[in-house]
């Protein structure tokens, strides 16, 4: 049960992502969000909106995790391990708070898998 919940806070926050990389890049809220400049942010948007739907992969298999019950755990292995892999990538070449807000929760999530909670 709460490995599922930690599952779904996940998909959850990787869910918000996509929402700030495809809709809000351009944004006040995007800018404040991914720390960004308006001419900058304009100028990236399309690859924003890319990377937003890598992540918006990541909710879709999160959440096929969660609805095939028990017999979904590699699935959410495996994309709980891609989001942890993907934070530690971004937290060594973009911010240490991706660290925080991606790796974090995925490898509690992991954990919690893992000890069957």
């Known amino acids: 049960m709460v490995a599922n919940i930690l599952v779904g806070l996940v998909a959850l926050i990787h869910l ?4 700030l990389e495809m809709v809000l890049w351009d944004t006040p809220r995007g800018h ?21 739907l890598y992540n918006g992969f990541l909710v879709a298999g999160l959440i096929w995790g969660l609805w095939l019950g028990e017999a979904g755990f590699q699935v959410k292995v495996f994309f709980l391990l891609c989001v942890a892999i993907a934070g530690l990538y971004g937290a060594a070449t973009v911010s240490r708070k991706i660290l925080y807000i991606q790796t974090v929760p995925a490898a509690l999530a992991l954990a919690a898998l893992w000890l069957g909670w």
Do not use: E, M, R, W
């Open 32 to 52: 404040k969000a991914f720390g960004l400049k308006p001419d900058f942010a304009t100028a990236s948007k399309v690859l924003a909106a890319n990377q937003g």
């Open 16 to 19: 918000y992502i996509v929402c």
